[in-house]
């Protein structure tokens, strides 16, 4: 059982976005939007609604418009109170009042341990801290690092998100293997890096959400100075170093996850959130009720 709170997310958001060319050759990724919101504000919103205030950003070149949509806007706010659009001034407002913000900048893309490594002077000794990737959108009844923060709470180890892919997208993801140890939440074995569909030892992937602890950071901080000039340091290799001698557990979460790192994910992400949306839902069903009379045309 564990006492030691998290108060910390750590959120690496310094990639390219490559996949998303050109709508992020001058803007960050994580600033797409599902139907009103940026992809990030939902990560932060998981965050917060996890208990979790203290929020750093490990940025990078080109990713300014994030700090500038955390903060206030003045002179927007400004022209919104000449018109008197007061609920709009209150709802951007909120935005930069949900968490403590702060900014690291990871000087040259390393891998995403690398990344983590760049808050790490952050976290002190003996704290834990959860850290959130910026693709990875759940809803939730319960927010997803909650449902993980409750796990570390039982078991005072660290903790990584898990869900069931595909075989034939093992090869996307960190993929473990591991022992049930009660609905839903798995001691785990072993872990390995995107593994070929032939090797993957399950179906059961990581995806970005990680509870880790002072330790991981220092096996993070101790590889990085191993390693041979640009070699990647990702997250996988610190957990499978400390899996060596300590536990780490699984926890397949309850909730429907949407990939925002890919177009595919985002569009489902975005009309799954427009049917819940509540301007849009009911023009945007009577849209897709329309749609789906001309697909069965098209699709037989
Ligand atoms: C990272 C991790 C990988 C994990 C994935 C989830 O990979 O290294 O283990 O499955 O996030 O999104 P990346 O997406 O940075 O290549």
Known sequence: MSNTKITKVIMPVAGFGTRFLPATKCQPKEMLTIVDKPVIHFLVEEAVN???????????????????YFDYAVEL?????ISGKRDLISSIRQVSEMGRFTYVRQKEAHGNGDAILSAAHLIHRGEPCAVLFGDDVVDSEIPALKQMISVFEKYGDPVVALEEVPHNKTNLYGIVSGKEVEKNVFQINSIVEKPSVK???????????YIINYEILSILKRLRQNF??????????????????????????TGKRFDCGSKIGLLEATVHFA????EVNQEFKAFLKKLS????YFLT
């Open 50 to 68: 996890s208990g979790i205030k203290d929020i750093t950003f490990v940025t990078g070149r080109g990713k300014r418009a994030i700090e500038d």
């Open 77 to 81: 706010e400004q022209v919104l109170s």
């Open 199 to 209: 090797n993957a030892p399950s179906n059961l992937a990581v995806v970005g959400k």
């Open 228 to 253: 041979s000039e640009g070699r990647e340091l990702g997250i996988t290799d610190a957990l499978k170093i400390y899996l060596k001698d300590k536990p780490i557990y699984g926890l397949k979460f």
């Open 275 to 278: 049917l819940k949306h509540k």
């Open 293 to 296: 009379k001309k697909l069965k």
